[in-house]
T-cell receptor, first 114, second 115 residues
Framework: GNSVTQMEGPVTLSEEAFLTINCTYT??????LFWYVQYPGEGLQLLLK?????DKGSNKGFEATYRKETTSFHLEKGSVQVSDSAVYFC?????????????FGKGTHLIIQP | DTGVSQDPRHKITKRGQNVTFRCDPI?????LYWYRQTLGQGPEFLTY????????KSRLLSDRFSAERPKGSFSTLEIQRTEQGDSAMYLC?????????????FGPGTRLTVT
């Protein structure tokens, strides 16, 4: 079956540090890949997505590249801010869309200290 | 344009009672999904509808769980004879099936506590 593995948290960084949150997946074919973010007290929000190999999703200074050869979709940001503190979820849907819904990783809690 | 809404936001119930949650999707979305999220875990897919048809329900956690979307608009998720292990956040999401986008938009969730 499909699965997503992401790095355990919490991840604690200082403001302006470089961020990487690792995400690898197992799926048949070519899934679509997503990063969702959950800010404290709020619902899940789509952060970025990529639908095919070598696509780069980007939003709010965050980037992730769909790497088929390593089955990875690592999230990066060059300079984090305190407001980036949240829980980040990597997720996938199978080829063709939401037939099985989204498969999520366990989430990575990011804490940015001033 | 309003987002996905869920009602209630919090529900406390006693073990053995039935509970029902409601989800109102984004108006032009034809797909609606239910997920469960327990503490420290990512959301777990339960079921989904395209319009009023329930296209996947094998992931529902037990036969105590059921979902409906009678007119292809709002949906309800019912849990019968609740157990303490049902305590979790129940999330609803909606999407538009078309154009290959498959982006799901989530509601704020209903937090269930079974005592």
């Amino acid at each position: 079956g499909n699965s997503v593995t992401q790095m355990e948290g919490p991840v604690t960084l200082s403001e302006e540090a470089f961020l990487t949150i690792n995400c690898t997946y197992t799926a048949t074919g070519y899934p679509s890949l997503f990063w969702y973010v959950q800010y404290p007290g709020e619902g899940l929000q789509l952060l970025l997505k990529a639908t095919k190999a070598d696509d780069k999703g980007s939003n709010k200074g965050f980037e992730a590249t769909y790497r088929k050869e390593t089955t990875s979709f690592h999230l990066e940001k060059g300079s984090v801010q305190v407001s980036d503190s949240a829980v980040y979820f990597c997720a996938l849907t199978p080829v063709g869309g939401g037939a099985d819904g989204l498969t999520f990783g366990k989430g990575t809690h990011l804490i940015i200290q001033p | 344009d309003t987002g996905v809404s869920q009602d209630p936001r919090h529900k406390i119930t006693k073990r053995g009672q039935n509970v029902t949650f409601r989800c109102d999707p984004i108006s032009e979305h034809n797909r609606l999904y239910w997920y469960r999220q327990t503490l420290g875990q990512g959301p777990e897919f339960l079921t989904y509808f395209q319009n009023e048809a329930q296209l996947e329900k094998s992931r529902l956690l037990s036969d105590r769980f059921s979902a409906e979307r009678p007119k292809g608009s709002f949906s309800t998720l019912e849990i019968q004879r609740t157990e303490q292990g049902d305590s979790a956040m129940y999330l609803c999401a909606s999407s538009f099936a078309g154009g290959g986008l498959w982006e799901q938009y989530f509601g704020p969730g209903t937090r269930l506590t079974v005592t």
